[in-house]
């Protein structure tokens, strides 16, 4: 007989929607409710990483997974891909807002020069923003509405440790660069985190009386294989003294986006090592 504690993490029936699904951390999200027995539909832009991320969730979990084309920016895209969720499931339960775009540090341990405020172009601030944060509101409106009109469900918004701490720039200096030239994170990667988590608390409390809960993840840096050097920089204003691993978020997913955290609505959970306490 299951305990009734772990009872509350069973995810079984349960059909779980995760956006950016071919992602860095998209697939993880995907199996960490897989492996709790939810039905996972992974949803991307990009339709063959989609599948071969679905195909990898499936071989490790016997679950329905599904992948979906989904352009998070196109209502009708997101419609679509609605209608074809509820003919193959009937319902949808969960559904994590992972979908955004995210300059990365290079192998040579910068970002982009573009990325500096003032050479910031208004198609990118608008791209960015598109995706990252329209996007979420998009998907809340077709899917979370579904959840609020059919009994309630659980939406996850993917932030950042940078949603309550601003970048520090000095991790993505290059050496004989001049101040002008140095890559930054931009942003509008700031800016979008942010504005999650206020979608978070105002959708927290929109929909409480329908019974769909809305909180938001914040990690901190993921180990992939950066530059050492960044990694040492980073590392250092970590009071754990490292990055996460892939697979480090895994036990918040299965939390926030199940029963066994009930009575958590409207909250921004982070997991940075401690980086932001400091």
């Known amino acids: 007989m299951?305990?009734?504690?772990?009872?509350?993490?069973?995810?079984?029936?349960?059909?779980?929607v995760v956006t950016g699904s071919a992602g860095l951390l998209g697939i993880q999200h995907a199996l960490a409710l897989a492996e709790l027995g939810a039905s996972v539909v992974m949803t991307d832009i990009?339709?063959?990483?989609?599948?071969?991320?679905?195909?990898?969730v499936g071989s490790e979990y016997a679950t329905p997974v599904l992948a979906l084309l989904l352009d998070v920016t196109d209502i009708e895209s997101i419609r679509a891909a609605y209608q074809r969720i509820i003919d193959r499931f009937k319902r949808i339960d969960i559904l994590i807002n992972n979908a955004a775009i995210d300059p990365k540090v290079s192998n040579d341990g910068g970002l982009i020069e573009a990325s500096r405020f003032e050479n910031l172009s208004l198609d990118s601030w608008n791209t960015q923003v598109a995706v990252g944060l329209t996007g979420a509101f998009l998907c809340c409106q077709v899917f979370g509405f579904h959840m609020a009109a059919h009994g309630g469900g659980v939406i996850l918004n993917i932030a950042s440790d940078l949603s309550v701490i601003a970048p520090d720039q000095r991790l993505y200096r290059k050496d004989n660069l001049p101040d002008d030239r140095q890559p930054v994170k931009p942003a509008t990667y700031s800016v979008i985190k942010?504005?999650?988590i206020g979608?978070?608390?105002?959708?927290?409390t929109y929909w409480a009386d329908k019974g769909v809960r809305v909180n938001a993840l914040s990690p901190g840096g993921v180990y992939n294989n950066q530059p050492d050097a960044f990694v040492t920089r980073l590392a250092n204003?970590?009071?754990?003294?490292?990055?996460?691993?892939?697979?480090?978020?895994?036990?918040a997913i299965q939390f926030l986006c199940s029963n066994a955290s009930?009575?958590?609505?409207?909250q921004n959970i982070l997991m940075d090592g401690g980086r932001s306490v400091l």
Do not use: C
């Not at 299951?2 to 779980?16: G, I, R």
């Open 46 to 56: 990009r339709t063959d990483a989609a599948q071969k991320a679905a195909e990898t």
């Open 262 to 266: 009930s009575y958590l609505t409207g």
């Open 237 to 251: 204003l970590i009071p754990m003294g490292r990055m996460a691993t892939l697979a480090e978020y895994r036990g």
């Open 199 to 204: 979608l978070t608390r105002y959708l927290a």
């Open 2 to 16: 299951m305990k009734p504690t772990l009872k509350n993490y069973d995810l079984t029936d349960s059909v779980a």
């Open 194 to 196: 942010t504005g999650l």
